[in-house]
């Protein structure tokens, strides 16, 4: 009797306990997901975080990388603010991701959101776009220089782009300006419904700029186009259809504006989730699904890891907020 | 004859058997996409990006295309059988539409919509063709300045709208306006009417308030007053014949409206919603019997159905020709094309004329198949009609909660659909007309936007309204259509309407 019941105990502990071991040895090295990612994208289909997400998802099942998938989900509302409200709640949940950008640092700081980037864990910066100034193909304005001295000298005259005050594009105008000596809060920057809506009218004349994202506006650019580009807001020249363009620095203004994107999870998320994603997401850059994805969409890698992405964000809400307070939109 | 060669290259790579399947395949999954509101056609597009990836891209722009104005077509159907619209762009088709079907007349209204969309449809990529290169020039000519005075002309059919009580037109009009104001204020950031809900940062969806106060109101009204056992049966279908007076009735108006909305969907950011109302209100103006619209007038659903299918066609002109979106649905038309590699842009027709000509000749089969598709479905559709009260009532219920719940996944958005019930409900019971406030809460956001862009381009100078030829035209052509019914119902010496 006794050593049947030593055996089945046996027989049910046995496993118990490798299965218990295991999972302790997998908590010390190494964690893997146990059921699929909510990746959120805080928007509707369609915009960059949802493009972000979508793609990331794509080419992670398509190359296999990992055992459990990707779910893409739209949380649209506040610019962001729906979505991290929500994600907020899931403290330690580490099957839950994020796709982030400026707007997570610029939406806090204008106030309309209870949290901001330290909130939530940082995983990795994955990408950037930067930001390019645009004027009419026949502007009298040759380059950066000729606009920001009419902008000196004519305060009204309008610059477009595709975000509201405060936000990414005004902030990437206003920086420049800033840079170039002048008031911030000098420009007259009017808002548009989006990037396409502004560069719209710019081409019918009813403004003399716009400033916007470089990877929305190299279709509009080249041979037999309307619009014509003054500057980028990279470091270096960047490739492709963009390769003419020069930067801001090489025009004698010392400024640089970066759009990133990045991942982001659950606030306290375990150390060993985080290392488990910043592998994968590495190992995603080098799949040639992800190369030719992000050739297409005009996106230029620009990886970091969860600690590096954490300090360029708080430097980031640093330079943001000099900006905003400048223009007399901090809210914080 | 360029445009006719143009056009047979096109119909080679239309008429390749793939993509006569995906077009016949985009337009049937749009037309149930439409008839099922809430899910429009700018996720179901988002959804399908991954899909069409590896796909040659003008079989995926075919495909794509196809979904798009197929949810146009389909969503008439939910609107005119349940007034549940489908899609924004088919709310202006109940304001007629569901009468007919009250009165049994379901079939014929559903048949008259089909022919309106098949013609508008038709007509429009007729003008695609044509004009699209030079129509890009229309397209960028409309700034903020335009907008205003077009928005302003939009406006005034506020008036004709309003049936019984101007001034409960106009009331109904503030509050659709001051609907459209909630959330957060494009211009400066600031929060408007949010009562500090992170909810209520974006707005109000504009899909919400229509299927509450048409459809849930319609439901409210209808449990309220019992079972009702006087209203006329509503099982009847009725035929779907129309005769040959019908025919020329709906002629003139179909014609104009299909010109009407194939101009205003150019213009980028107007879209098959705006179009459908101009093309109502137009064809209300210009009726003999402009006072029965409302009540079942077959042109009350021609006219909107002719323009939104038209205007559907007419907002690929900027996506085609300038590479910029005309409207949420095409900017995600944009984004799938940047996937498939394509660089929309000024250089899109002479570098990729593959898929410009093959999207253009797919679009008349597309629209042949949904003439043949939707006709024989009718009768099937319109049993729905035949369900019994309680059963039909419950269903319109579950349909409004599963569209709203199914666009936002927020239940916020359901409680916000079940308030504007009730409002819509109040509305009915004391006498005050839906349609004035949707239309002010479609246009009063842009309105008020292209405003303060205007003024805060010409530095708050007023004049810039007046300068412009366009937005000048506009704004006299606005002042004469509120000016001249003014003044006939003057002329008419109607007694003030004391009670309604």
Same mark, same amino acid.
């Not at chain 2, 108006?253 to 109502?280: D, N, Q």
């Given at each position: ?332 | ?253 179909? =014609? ?146 599963? =569209? ?97």
């Amino acid at each position: 009797m006794t050593s049947l019941t030593l055996k089945r105990l046996s027989v049910f502990a046995l496993p118990i306990a490798a299965f218990a071991g295991m999972s302790t040895a997998a908590q010390a090295q190494e964690w893997t997901p146990e059921r699929s990612i909510e990746f959120v994208a805080p928007a509707n289909p369609g915009g960059g975080w949802d493009t972000l997400v979508r793609t990331m998802s794509r080419v992670i099942q398509q190359e296999e990388l990992a055992d459990e998938s990707f779910a893409a989900i739209n949380v649209p509302g506040g610019g962001g603010a729906v979505a991290w409200a929500q994600v907020a709640r899931d403290s330690g949940n580490p099957h839950k991701l994020f796709a982030t950008s400026p707007p997570m640092i610029l939406v806090p700081l204008a106030g309309a959101s209870r949290y901001d980037h330290t909130d939530f864990t940082p995983v990795a910066r994955i990408n950037t776009d930067y930001s390019i100034i645009l004027v009419a193909a026949d502007s009298e304005y040759q380059n950066l220089e000729d606009l920001l001295n009419a902008l000196k000298e004519d305060p009204s005259l309008s610059v477009g782009g595709g975000s509201a005050p405060g936000s990414m594009d005004h902030i990437a105008i206003a920086g420049l300006a800033s840079a170039a000596g002048m008031e911030a809060s000098a420009v007259n920057y009017i808002p548009f419904s989006g990037g396409g809506d502004a560069m719209t009218n710019l081409m019918g004349g009813h403004i003399e700029a716009v400033v916007g994202g470089a990877g929305e506006a190299v279709g509009q650019l080249g041979e037999g186009s309307q619009l014509r580009a003054l500057g980028v807001s990279s470091e270096e020249r960047l490739g492709g259809g963009l390769s003419e363009v020069p930067t801001y620095q090489e025009q004698g203004f010392d400024y640089t504006f970066d759009i990133w994107r990045g991942v982001m999870g659950a606030p306290d998320m375990p150390e060993e989730a985080v290392a488990y994603y910043e592998d994968l997401f590495a190992e995603m850059l080098e799949t040639d699904a992800w190369r030719e994805a992000s050739d297409q969409l005009g996106w230029i890698d620009a990886y970091q890891n969860s600690e590096e992405f954490g300090a360029f964000l708080d430097q980031q809400q640093e330079q943001f907020s000099d900006v905003l307070s400048e223009l007399g939109l901090l809210r914080q | 004859m360029d445009a006719f060669n143009n056009l047979m290259y096109g119909f080679g790579i239309a008429l390749e058997p793939i993509n006569i399947a995906y077009v016949f395949a985009g337009v049937f999954a749009g037309t149930i996409i439409g008839m099922l509101p809430g899910l429009g056609p700018i996720s179901a597009l988002a959804l399908m990006i991954p899909i069409t990836f590896a796909m040659e891209p003008s079989s995926g722009l075919i495909l794509m295309a196809g979904v798009y104005y197929g949810a146009i077509f389909g969503g008439s159907t939910s609107s005119i059988l349940l007034n549940a619209p489908g899609v924004a762009g088919t709310v202006a088709t109940s304001f007629d539409g569901y009468p007919m079907a009250k009165k049994g007349l379901a079939g014929k209204a559903l048949a008259i919509a089909a022919y309106s969309s098949f013609v508008g449809g038709t007509v429009s990529v007729i003008f695609l063709m044509l004009v699209a290169p030079l129509l890009s020039k229309v397209a960028v000519s409309f700034g903020p300045s335009e907008y205003f005075a077009l928005m302003v002309l939009g406006l005034t059919a506020v008036v004709s709208l309003s049936d019984k009580s101007l001034i409960k037109g106009l009331i109904a009009a503030v509050v659709g306006v001051i609907i459209s104001i909630v959330g957060i204020d494009m211009q400066t950031g600031t929060e408007r009417f949010t009562f500090g809900s992170v909810q209520l940062l974006d707005g109000i969806d504009f899909l919400v308030v229509a299927l509450g106060i048409f459809a849930l109101a319609e439901v409210f009204y209808m449990l309220l007053r019992g079972g009702g056992g006087k209203e006329a049966p509503r099982n009847a279908i009725g035929s779907l014949k129309l005769t040959r007076s019908e025919v020329k009735e709906i002629a003139g108006p179909v =014609g104009r409206s299909s010109v009407l909305g194939f101009f205003t969907g150019v213009l980028p950011g107007a879209g098959a919603t705006i179009g459908s109302f101009l093309g109502y209100s137009m064809e209300k103006r210009i009726a003999k019997d402009g006072d029965t619209f409302g009540q079942g007038n077959i042109k009350g659903v021609a006219a909107p159905e002719a323009a939104n299918n038209a205007a559907c066609t007419g907002s690929f002109v900027p996506l085609l020709t300038l590479g910029v979106p005309g409207s949420g649905t095409t900017a995600v038309l944009l984004g799938a094309l940047l996937v498939m590699g394509v660089n929309p842009g000024p250089m899109m027709l002479t570098e990729r004329p593959d898929v410009f000509w093959g999207v253009v000749a797919s679009m008349y089969i597309g629209n042949i198949f949904l003439l043949v598709l939707n006709l024989p479905l009718i009768p099937l559709i319109a049993k729905i009609l035949d369900l019994p009260k309680p059963l039909l009532l419950s269903l319109i219920l579950i349909f409004c909660m599963i =569209g709203v719940y199914g666009m936002s996944f927020s239940v916020f958005d359901l409680l916000l659909l079940l308030g504007f019930g009730l409002v819509g409900l109040g509305m009915r019971l004391f006498g005050f007309p839906a349609a004035p406030l949707i239309l002010a809460l479609i246009l009063g956001n842009i309105m008020e936007e292209s405003l303060r862009r205007a003024l805060q381009i010409s530095g708050g100078d007023w004049m810039t309204f007046i300068d412009k030829p366009i937005s000048l035209g506009l704004l006299v052509v606005a002042l004469l259509s509120l000016g001249l019914p003014l003044l006939k119902k003057r002329r008419k010496k109607i007694p003030p309407d004391v009670a309604v």
